[in-house]
């Protein structure tokens, strides 16, 4: 079972960027098409963006099109989201899962091993 592990969450003002990862262990990612979700308060978790196991395939949210991009890191065994452009409803706890390889907005990491996730907070 591979575990999860997003950081690089804060506090940061509208405009502003972060860059948030998602360190995997227990087994390797690298076969694996991997995705960002988000949940706001008092929201449904939603999907953010995904990418393939060899990083040539992103899928995004119309929401963070053009503004957010995953990475990955395979040798690293890890998955990266840069946000650009960010707006306070981007405001959100962002976690990383494994996504089915056919239905690229489905996270397939069972809901009792999802990591804590990562606070993200835009301010106006």
């Known amino acids: 079972q591979v575990q999860l592990v997003e950081s690089g969450g804060g506090l940061v003002q509208a405009g502003g960027s972060l860059r948030l990862s998602c360190a995997a262990s227990g087994r390797t990612i690298s076969s694996y098409r991997m995705g960002w979700f988000r949940q706001a308060p008092g929201k449904e978790r939603e999907f953010v963006g995904s990418?393939?196991?060899?990083?040539?395939?992103?899928y995004y949210a119309d929401s963070v099109k053009g503004r957010f991009t995953i990475s990955r890191d395979n040798a690293k065994n890890t998955v990266y989201l840069q946000m650009n452009s960010l707006k306070p409803e981007d405001t959100a706890v962002y976690y990383c899962a494994t996504v089915d390889p056919f239905k690229i907005t489905i996270a397939t990491t069972p809901q009792g091993s999802w990591g804590q996730g990562t606070q993200v907070t835009v301010s106006t």
């Open positions: 990418i393939s196991w060899n990083g040539i395939s992103t």
